[in-house]
């Protein structure tokens, strides 16, 4: 099974200030069809998840552009250019280059 | 737009069983794959179980495999979880998603499930 790490756990951050989270698999998740399955997803408090990014860069429809995915192979970053109070809640990254689908032990984004 | 309505979650007790159902509507359901992932009180997310289109084709969580189907009903436009030899650890709210072979685009508000005695 790919194993997904997510750091920090927790980002205190400012409103307007910056915020980057890492996330690292096991192993690569190229997959054999040239795409990497490497999503982000932001769960609010008392809310379900809710897709972000797609395929390690994609803003999903409705996806502020303060948020962007990077990185390749094995190490994925998020950022979010200036955090604003509705972005509080933990963020996942998951993988679905093969299964089983795994997620990330998600980082918690918080005001200071 | 996109709906997906979780339903079927309650309280069973330990070695019980119990059925989720999930109804989809605003996309074609036929053509695409759907998933269950669950979130225990407290945690992170866990995916479950993914089905291709037409059901040919299911995957599951080693901890779930031989207690847990998943099935579809193309015509209804649903989505099933069937969960038998309930255990404590398997309390958590389910969602079901669309998705499961790329990414997971789509999500329900979740239906708990609690396995206690």
Known sequence: DIVMTQTPLSSPVTLGQPASISCRSSQSLVHSDGNTYLSWLQQRPGQPPRLLIYKISNRFSGVPDRFSGSGAGTDFTLKISRVEGEDVGVYYCMQATQFPLTFGGGTKVEIK | ?117
Do not use: H
Not at chain 2, 89 to 94: C, P, R
Not at chain 2, 95 to 106: T, V
């Open chain 2, 1 to 117: 737009e996109v709906q997906l309505v979780e339903a079927g979650g309650g309280l069973v007790q330990p070695g019980g069983s119990l059925r989720l159902s999930c109804t989809a509507s605003g996309f074609t359901f036929s053509t695409y794959w759907m998933s269950w992932v669950r979130q225990a009180p407290g945690k992170g997310l866990e995916w479950v179980a993914t089905i291709k289109e037409d059901g040919s084709e299911k995957y599951y969580v080693d901890s779930v495999k031989g207690r847990f189907t998943i099935s579809r009903d193309n015509a209804k436009n649903s989505l099933y979880l069937q969960m038998n030899s309930l255990r404590v650890d398997d309390t958590a709210v389910f969602y079901c998603a669309r998705g499961g072979r790329q990414q997971l685009l789509y999500w329900g508000l979740g239906t708990l499930v609690t396995v206690s005695s």
